[in-house]
């Protein structure tokens, strides 16, 4: 009986990350590396000169998004996206690609993350009243915050928006409302990512913790994700569905 064909894969982001998942992808007898591309090589992209694929990991610029959703548009290809930075218009591009192709993003791709916020998600509703506070490290290199799995979180304890998000505090800010959750991004070192979730009650705290030691777990997600992505019809999917 014949093997199936390899799962052509484009990467996107010639960065760590890019690296990572160009070697992940490379010893996967599952995939066919077709190509390599990040922010410098737009012109090659906008040119037609970049492979077809049936999938594309993008862990790179979010400058790059017009220009690879434009190659999408005109190659349809799974996409698995973790680049971070994205805003409300972007998201809007996502959802357009994904009534042509299967479609995923996610600022984290750590299966134990994911658990995370399931359980972060759960223990806000448990703990109704708790004083909820949100603390993210990272290495010293890192450009933005809060993390985007910080805002993940955020989502998982307050789904509905209807916190007062405070990023740090200083000051003579006054006692801490009832409807407030407060960011706190560290940096330093070559910390890969650590992400507390604390829920400060009445004499008591619940602490919600995921370390990362390395990168990898992220690509390893990622690609694990990018298999069962590249099967599906399209649509937006989250890591969650398709992982948990």
């Known amino acids: 009986m014949a093997s199936e064909a390899p799962i052509k894969v484009l990467v996107c982001g010639n960065g760590r990350m890019g690296a990572l998942v160009r070697a992940s992808v490379e010893a996967d007898d599952a995939f066919e590396l077709v190509g390599q591309v990040g922010i410098e090589d737009v012109d090659a992209l906008d040119a037609g000169e970049v492979p077809v694929a049936d999938l594309v990991i993008d ?5 790059m998004l017009p220009h690879l959703a434009a190659y999408l548009k005109g190659n349809p290809a799974a996409l698995v996206s973790g680049t971070t930075g994205f805003e409300a218009e972007d998201f809007a591009v996502l959802d357009e690609l994904s009534e042509r192709m299967p479609v995923m993003w996610s600022a984290n791709y750590s299966l134990g993350v994911a ?5 972060a998600a759960e223990a806000a509703k448990a703990l109704e009243g708790f004083d909820i506070e949100i603390v993210e490290t990272h290495h010293n290199q890192k450009v933005d915050a809060p993390s985007g799995t910080a805002k993940l979180l955020l989502s998982a304890v307050d789904p509905d928006g209807a916190c007062n998000v405070v990023s ?3 000051g003579m ?3 801490r409302t009832k409807r407030e959750v407060g960011m706190h991004a560290l940096r330093g070192g070559t910390v890969a990512g650590t992400h507390e979730v604390h829920f400060f009650g009445t004499d008591e705290e619940v602490c919600l913790t995921h370390r990362a030691t390395s990168r990898q777990i992220f690509v390893n997600g990622a690609v694990a994700a990018a298999k069962r992505l590249a099967a599906q019809k399209p649509g937006r999917y989250s890591f969650e569905e398709l992982m948990l």
């Open 115 to 119: 658990v995370l916020r399931c359980l």
């Open 173 to 175: 800010v006054g006692a």
């Open 168 to 170: 740090g505090r200083d």
């Open 59 to 63: 862990f790179t610029n979010h400058a």
